[in-house]
């Protein structure tokens, strides 16, 4: 890769988006626990809820079902707003020093409609917050959750990715060993806004 990612995010701006984003990624679907204590919770007069937490991490919780999940640091802020359900469709945005850098989009739902929800997405929380730090999008490459399914049977999770931070597309799902699929997600992105235009 050269000194500089096409003609504006320099590497070193790459490996502090990276630490970013791996760090945003704990505290946002998955990471419940890594955003602290929650020090106010307000709702105003169109239903929205708004949620404060100690770390600096702001939800909104919409009446027309979104959830947004906003934290900076730095001059970064991350923003991951979806909707659903399901399926459930949402974006992930990064802005460095007010400007857009980073998004991603997502799409996904339930295969099998016998299947548990709260236990698959259980599921797919934990393996969001097992991310690998040197490519932190969606979770890592796979992830088991023991004993899910009546204490049991495993329950994998798996990543296919193609590309990089800067351009990438990808899938995921889980499902019981060598046998059904029980939830499937879509995901495209990369940076954005590399030169003016």
Known sequence: MSKRVEDGFEDAHLENLKRFLYEAQLKGYGG??????????????????????????IEYVYADGGTKVIWEKGDFRFSDKWFGGEP???????????????????????????????????????????????????????????GAMDMTVDLEYRRILDGWLGKFSGSESIGVPLGEILFEADFIGGLVNLRDS
């Open 32 to 57: 419940e626990q890594h955003r602290g204590k929650m020090i106010s919770e307000l709702m105003d007069d169109r239903g929205t809820l708004k949620r404060e937490y100690e770390t600096g991490v």
């Open 88 to 146: 459930f469709g949402g974006m992930t945005v990064v802005r460095y020093k007010g400007k857009t850098c980073f998004t991603m989009s997502y799409h996904g739902e339930l295969k099998d409609y016998a299947a548990d929800p709260e236990l698959v997405y259980s599921c797919l929380k934990e393996a969001l917050m097992a991310v690998d730090p040197s490519l932190p999008i969606r979770g890592p490459g796979e992830y088991v959750k023991s």
